[in-house]
């Protein structure tokens, strides 16, 4: 018989209903395989634009529902949930805008030339979906990195059904999220399977193996993610598997920001580290601050916001278990104190605070080399710096990041004293974001935004937020010589579609 799937309260640790049951392997089979056969239905771009529309009206629609689910199931707060629900929606919405557009197949025409060297035939060149995608929620949004996220929806904008494994957090979020979904395809003409939700770990074990399961993205622990991840490799046909595992964040004070701003730029901190309860995947979980007094105001700054900052309740009793054990460990070690400690808040909820050690101790490896590893809720290292060349030797020991952040003073943005210049140099490898005198808490979504970075912060080197998400779920394929009768219509010299393209290397001008 299959285990119940329970909605729980993390404020008080009680199951509120049973949501659903999990799924098993041939219940699995079954979603996959409804959802590949719906792979048809979504080729027509206006449909399919149509449908990402729909979705969003829909979502809006069940705003009271969906908020109410949601924060009985992660305590996040109605203002939060609000806020994530019309970026949601305006998610889905701006993908729409991209499909209609249609610069996402990235169309190529070359026409046959016997005068290059050597000779080219008639080649043409477009994207196609990659086929059905497998989604694994995130714990910490249960909207926009959920099953109506930008996994989800950029997915669906490629022409790729999608088979969501809901996160345990909030599955009655997940059902009303789908149900919304499915109802939006129905209504613009689409088979409701072009969207489906399955419940249960071993449902997503199930899920990566699927033969017919062509890509997957994943927004979760960096042990959960290297764990499907590989799973994806070791498959008789390995599949693309896009990843956002974890990240440190990493945020350097030159001296003479904290000179010009200490009060500042503490403050700003506190509110950034808190945020959410310190449950973003951008939470700044690392700060190298100058030693001195500039430091020392900064700090004293970032003691008073912390400490006027309440106690908050996490996720799920894991995610707190795992927070009070990953601070005690850190504050035991040698030379790291506690301005404000961060901890246990009562039986549900927890209490934050920031570490600090001198950046010494982290420049050659040993026991401190924990800190340097993202600890999940609201917490900060603040690692103090005696010169330039400990602020490189940390730097270059740290892994990949989405951000990485550098607060500067007024004379350094313009370029005419210190070395904010090679600072950024030195950051950009680390990250696939680097932020100059701002917070990396907020992910814009935005045609240039880029959320992803080097390993572990993600598997792949693509975004997961932004129109360009797109483009992991396509692939390539060019048609040689091929009579224009048997051609798809993006790639015809009439450009029927009228989309945007490359005609012999020269853009066309649309209109």
């Known amino acids: 018989m299959s285990a119940p799937v329970w909605s729980v309260d993390p404020r008080t640790g009680k199951q509120r209903e049973q949501v659903a049951v999990e799924a098993t392997a041939e219940e699995v089979d079954k979603v996959v395989r409804a959802a590949d056969a719906a792979r048809?239905?979504?080729?027509?771009?206006?449909?399919?634009?149509?449908?990402?529309?729909?979705?969003?009206?829909?979502?809006?629609e069940a705003r009271d529902t969906l908020v109410e689910a949601a924060d009985a199931e992660t305590a996040l707060g109605p203002a939060r949930l609000t806020g994530e629900l019309a970026r949601t929606s305006y998610q889905l919405r701006s993908f729409a805008t991209i499909v209609d557009e249609g610069a996402f197949l990235d169309v190529h025409v070359d026409h046959a030339d016997a005068t290059q060297t050597p000779p080219w035939p008639d080649l043409r060149r477009y994207k196609l979906p990659l086929g059905v995608v497998a989604v694994y929620a995130a714990s910490n949004f249960p909207l926009a990195f959920s099953v109506p996220g930008g996994d989800t929806a950029s997915a669906l904008a490629a022409g790729c059904p999608v088979v969501v494994k809901a996160h345990p957090d909030h599955p009655a979020t997940s059902e009303v999220a789908a149900s919304?979904?499915?109802?939006?395809?129905?209504?613009?003409?689409?088979p409701a399977d072009v969207i489906s939700v399955v419940h249960g770990f071993d449902a997503g074990l199930?899920?990566?193996?699927h033969p017919l399961i062509a890509a997957a993205g994943f927004t979760g622990s960096i042990r959960g993610g290297r764990a499907l991840y590989d799973a994806a490799a070791a498959r008789p046909v390995p599949i693309p598997f896009h990843g956002e595992l974890g990240s440190l964040n990493p945020v350097v004070v030159t001296e003479a920001a904290a000179a010009?701003?200490?009060?500042?730029?503490?403050?700003?901190l506190s509110g950034s580290m808190t945020l959410g309860v310190g449950q973003f995947c951008t939470k700044p979980g690392f700060v190298?601050?100058?030693?001195?007094?500039a430091g020392d105001a900064l700090v004293k700054s970032l003691t008073e916001a912390v400490s006027n900052t309440d106690a908050g309740v996490l996720l799920d009793h894991r995610m707190r278990d795992n927070f009070v054990a990953g601070v005690k460990e850190r504050a035991e070690l040698a030379d790291v104190e506690a301005p404000v400690t961060p901890g246990s808040g009562g039986e549900h909820s927890v209490s934050p605070g920031f570490l600090t050690v001198p950046a010494r101790r982290l420049a050659e490896q040993g026991p401190h080399d924990v800190l340097l590893e993202e600890c999940f809720g609201p917490v900060t290292v603040v690692a103090r710096y005696e010169s330039d060349a400990e602020i490189s030797a940390v730097l270059g020991r740290l892994?990949?990041?989405?951000?990485?952040?550098?607060q500067?003073?007024?004379?350094?943005?313009?370029?005419?004293?210190g070395r904010a210049g090679e600072l950024i140099a030195e950051l950009t490898?680390?990250?696939?974001?680097?932020?100059?005198?701002?917070?990396?808490?907020?992910?814009?979504?935005?045609?240039?935004?880029?959320?992803?970075?080097?390993?572990?912060?993600t598997t792949s080197t693509s975004t997961s937020v932004g129109g360009t998400a797109v483009e992991r779920w396509l692939r390539p394929v060019s048609y040689q010589d091929t009579p224009p009768a048997l051609l798809p219509p993006e790639l015809r010299d009439d450009n029927p579609l009228g989309l945007p393209r490359r005609v012999n290397g020269i853009r066309e001008q649309q209109g």
């Open 40 to 60: 048809g239905a979504l080729t027509d771009r206006t449909v399919r634009a149509a449908f990402l529309r729909t979705a969003a009206d829909l979502l809006d």
């Open 180 to 190: 919304a979904l499915r109802r939006a395809a129905e209504q613009v003409g689409l």
């Open 206 to 209: 199930e899920l990566i193996k």
């Open 260 to 268: 010009e701003r200490g009060e500042q730029i503490g403050s700003g």
């Open 288 to 293: 190298l601050a100058p030693a001195g007094a």
């Open 399 to 406: 892994q990949g990041n989405l951000t990485a952040t550098v």
């Open 408 to 417: 500067i003073s007024a004379a350094e943005a313009e370029g005419t004293e």
């Open 429 to 457: 490898p680390l990250a696939g974001r680097v932020l100059v005198n701002g917070w990396p808490t907020g992910v814009a979504v935005a045609p240039a935004q880029h959320h992803g970075g080097p390993y572990p912060a």
